[in-house]
């Protein structure tokens, strides 16, 4: 089992930046690929950003430039960020990270981000 604690979210002005992490613990051993997601009010969950075990990103196009994911491993967690500048009113939704493991998928309980105009 892998649990994960997310934590950053909060209320920013457009423009301003926010940073989230997401911190795997407990069988971490060989996660693959982790990632964040997000889900506003009336839409589907969708893709924000990705990182391979090797390090190699995705983004979705409309966060490319102004979000950037990272990951550090340490001997009994694994934790996951993402800075998130220039926010706009359109990136409000609740922000779920998600880790890979064979031969499932694990979530985050999500964290609410806000951005007023």
């Known amino acids: 089992q892998v649990q994960l604690v997310e934590s950053g979210g909060g209320l920013v002005q457009a423009g301003g930046s926010l940073r989230l992490s997401c911190v795997a613990s407990?069988?971490?051993?060989?996660?693959?690929?982790m990632g964040w997601y997000r889900q506003a009010p009336g839409k589907q969950r969708e893709l924000v950003a990705t990182?391979?075990?090797?390090?190699?990103?995705?983004?979705a196009e409309s966060v490319k430039g102004r979000f950037t994911i990272s990951r550090e491993n340490a001997k009994n967690t694994v934790d996951m960020q993402m800075q998130m500048n220039s926010l706009k009113p359109e990136d409000t939704a609740v922000y779920y990270c998600?880790?890979?493991?064979?031969?499932?998928?694990?979530w985050g309980q999500g964290t609410q981000v806000t951005v007023s105009s």
């Open positions: 990182i391979t075990s090797s390090g190699n990103r995705a983004y």
């Open positions: 407990g069988n971490i051993f060989s996660i693959s690929a």
């Open positions: 998600k880790v890979s493991k064979f031969p499932r998928d694990y």
